[in-house]
């Protein structure tokens, strides 16, 4: 996992469940952080292709797509067709540093949550294909009639991983950035004649240091 490279204890005293994240508020707080940052990038993606287009049909077709990478690709492809490369390399740019922390946050968004008595202070995130295995162990014993089995936790110490505290604030510094890239997007493109407090002042996105390196990468 991207979150964490921190595995769990070799035979863990495990609970399971999302109402563990109550016996852990300081982390809880810092998942509901991350999740809501993110809501707030993709929040904005709307009203930036409206903002860079002026397209509404073009919107109903951007708002039909699902998933951020889906909806980038049109994004980019759009601002590309219809205004050049120069323009589409920089709101690939954009979009791809705004992007960066989006694996970690979808882990901890759609991961299964645990904790243990071995690790008092942190979390364990679990994988939502941990269920599906179980599932599959449980079937394989079934065919063979075997007439009780336990649950092998191989693949689970192999994708678990403990998350601490650390973790998160890394995680919400990283979201942090990539809300103040797109908010300084959305305003470069919003009309003058709204008045934006502190506008002149906002660096263009292209000038922040995760947007600038990506434009001269090719491979970025």
Not at 37 to 47: H, K, P, Y
Not at 104 to 109: C, N, T
Not at 152 to 161: G, K, Q
């Amino acid at each position: 996992m991207l979150i964490s490279d921190q595995r769990i204890p070799e035979k863990p005293s495990l609970e399971i469940g999302a109402d563990v994240l109550q016996r852990r508020p300081d982390l809880a707080m810092g998942l509901s952080l991350s999740i809501a940052l993110w809501a707030n990038i993709e929040a904005r993606l709307d009203s930036i292709f409206l903002l860079c287009t002026r397209d509404e049909s073009g919107l109903a077709s951007f708002q039909m797509k699902r998933g951020w990478d889906a909806r980038a690709k049109f994004l980019h492809r759009t601002i590309r067709d219809t205004q050049g490369e120069d323009a589409g390399k920089e709101i690939r740019a954009i979009l791809r540093a705004v992007a960066g922390p989006a694996k970690k946050r979808h882990e901890v968004a759609h991961g299964i949550w645990g904790i243990c008595a071995e690790l008092p202070h942190d979390l364990i995130l679990i994988d939502n294909s941990d269920f599906l295995d179980m599932a599959r162990q449980a079937i394989r014993a079934e065919s063979a009639n075997v007439t009780e089995m336990r649950f092998d936790p191989t693949l689970m110490h192999e994708t678990a991983r403990v998350v601490s505290i650390s973790h998160l604030e890394c995680l919400y510094r990283e979201l942090s950035e990539a809300v103040s890239i797109i908010h300084a997007f959305m305003i470069e493109k919003m009309p003058r004649v709204v008045h934006v407090f502190g506008r002149d002042k906002i660096l263009p996105a292209k000038c922040h240091p995760l947007v600038a390196s990506r434009l001269f990468d090719t491979q970025a």
